[in-house]
């Protein structure tokens, strides 16, 4: 019972002590640099890109590191800066307070009251600089009542950012796969003094005010609690003025051109996404992981073929007179020219589909199918003998139809005209072809009963 009462008087006061660290925060919040526009703290314009708004907030966060300036004055134009930031690099925070302002983060900014991720010096969450909720006061503790629950981050990521570029691939490199060069611009830890950010390449001095810890403890209605040390901001040593690197000029970082090999995976397509761990970003502090590079693709369009998935869609011109008979034609695919075989009485805009003739789906071994659209070509003009010869196919086909002219084109009300006009040709011409077979075969039993008369004559 004794336990129970201890733990119930503690968490009471640590409830306490929570309300009154909230209503401390939410009072002290409107007069930090959360309320002020961070397009003029950085000193870029409203349009700037990304990679403005990353270059500008380097150059800043490097003149005012509280490291570097011992001015009063530029540990709060640190943590101004970083929140600042913190709001323009997040394309969603940033379009929230385009529109919103401040107002749109509940009268705090998203880095809270301290400027870190968090809200409080130290990176403690919450919004408005408070604490999240109340099992957040025992993480301030190293554990609490209930034993460790693990350290609080010191407000710096130990990851670094990762890297979105674009690649440009002709439409046959992403249907069969392809190996490309890219050149990248990321940060990396810097050489000649091996990201101390000294010139001596030698680890800088240990802060004599955290002793290297990166932290203070601080006592509040007889609770002690942890925050980052305000003589190094959390770092744990100190760099002097003028002892800063010649190359990173005392960030520990460069930014760096380096060319990696990207493999385009067979059947891929405008948008994916091609993922190389680790080749983004070294992380700003510390000694953490580099995050990712991500490629995305963006195809060149054929200009033989077009693709809707793993289906590949082409358009070829056949003569009247094979839509009319059939006959075979040679068709572009994506793996070679193939023999097609046209029907007899294929009609304008028919489609004929290749089976597995498509672009090989993504991460699978199958493939796509192609679908050729066919148009009919007819001749502009006509020698006189192909004229003769369509004029009299006419008289046989339309008996009822009146002589054309050069000049005269095919009625609209004509029922063979139009769609059914190859079909019911073709069936005139082979009843014309049978016709003629059998005059000719006639004529030649004709020639030989003559010929057998003659001989028995003789």
């Given at each position: 019972m004794r336990t129970r009462s201890f733990q119930s008087t503690a968490k009471l006061s640590c409830l306490s002590l929570y309300l009154h660290l909230t209503?401390?925060?939410?009072?002290?919040?409107?007069?930090?640099?959360?309320?002020?526009?961070?397009?003029?703290?950085?000193?870029?314009?409203?349009?700037?890109?990304?990679?403005?708004?990353?270059?500008?907030?380097?150059?800043?966060?490097?003149?005012y590191h509280p490291d570097t300036n011992k001015d009063p004055a530029a540990r709060e134009k640190f943590?101004?800066?970083?929140?600042?930031?913190?709001?323009?690099?997040?394309?969603?925070?940033?379009?929230?307070?385009?529109?919103?302002?401040?107002?749109?983060?509940?009268?705090?900014?998203?880095?809270g009251a301290g400027g870190?991720?968090?809200?409080?010096?130290?990176?403690?969450?919450?919004?408005?600089?408070?604490?999240?909720?109340?099992?957040?006061?025992?993480?301030f503790f190293g554990g609490g009542f209930g034993g460790p629950r693990g350290a609080r981050s010191s407000g710096f990521s130990s990851q670094g950012e990762d890297l979105e570029v674009p690649l440009v691939?002709?439409?046959?490199?992403?249907?069969?796969?392809?190996?490309?060069?890219?050149?990248?611009?990321?940060?990396?830890?810097?050489?000649?003094?091996?990201?101390?950010?000294?010139?001596?390449?030698?680890?800088?001095?240990?802060?004599?005010?955290?002793?290297?810890?990166?932290?203070?403890?601080?006592s509040i209605q007889g609770f002690h609690m942890a925050a980052p040390c305000q003589a190094c901001g959390?770092?744990?040593?100190?760099?002097?003025?003028?002892?800063?690197?010649?190359?990173?000029?005392?960030?520990?970082?460069?930014?760096?051109?380096?060319?990696?090999?990207?493999?385009?995976?067979?059947?891929?397509?405008?948008?994916?996404?091609?993922?190389?761990?680790?080749?983004?970003?070294?992380?700003?502090?510390?000694?953490?992981?580099?995050?990712?590079?991500?490629?995305?693709?963006?195809v060149k369009p054929s200009p033989f073929f077009k693709r809707q998935g793993a289906d590949v869609y082409t358009e070829t011109t056949i003569p009247f007179t094979t839509a009319a008979l059939g006959g075979t034609v040679k068709i572009p695919t994506v793996d070679g020219d193939v023999e097609l075989k046209i029907p007899s009485g294929t009609q304008p805009n028919d489609v004929s589909r290749l089976t597995k003739r498509g672009i090989q789906r993504l991460n699978r071994s199958d493939k796509g199918d192609q679908f050729v659209t066919l148009k009919v070509a007819l001749p502009k003009s006509l020698s006189k003998t192909q004229r003769e010869i369509l004029q009299k196919f006419e008289e046989i086909t339309y008996p009822s139809a009146k002589p054309s002219s050069s000049s005269s084109s095919t009625d609209s009300n004509d029922p063979h005209s139009a769609g059914g006009f190859f079909k019911s040709t073709l069936d005139m011409l082979k009843d014309k072809l049978h016709h003629h077979d059998d005059t000719e075969k006639e004529g030649d039993n004709k020639k030989d009963d003559t010929k057998k008369d003659d001989g028995k004559k003789q």
């Open positions: 209503r401390e925060m939410y009072i002290i919040a409107p007069t930090l640099a959360s309320q002020q526009d961070p397009y003029a703290l950085l000193g870029v314009k409203k349009t700037a890109s990304q990679s403005e708004i990353k270059k500008a907030y380097y150059q800043l966060a490097k003149q943590v101004q800066i970083q929140e600042a930031y913190e709001i323009l690099s997040d394309e969603q925070k940033k379009a929230q307070y385009d529109e919103f302002g401040h107002a749109g983060f509940n009268g705090g900014s998203p880095g870190f991720p968090g809200g409080f010096p130290g990176g403690f969450p919450g919004a408005g600089g408070g604490f999240g909720n109340f099992e957040d006061v025992f993480d691939v002709d439409f046959m490199e992403a249907v069969k796969g392809a190996s490309k060069k890219l050149t990248i611009d990321p940060i990396r830890t810097c050489d000649p003094c091996h990201g101390f950010g000294t010139k001596t390449g030698k680890a800088p001095d240990v802060c004599k005010t955290c002793h290297g810890t990166g932290q203070q403890k601080i959390g770092v744990g040593t100190m760099l002097p003025k003028g002892k800063e690197c010649n190359t990173c000029g005392g960030v520990g970082r460069v930014r760096v051109h380096e060319s990696v090999d990207v493999h385009v995976p067979a059947g891929a397509d405008e948008g994916v996404r091609i993922r190389l761990g680790g080749k983004g970003n070294a992380p700003v502090h510390g000694e953490g992981k580099s995050g990712d590079l991500f490629v995305r693709l963006r």
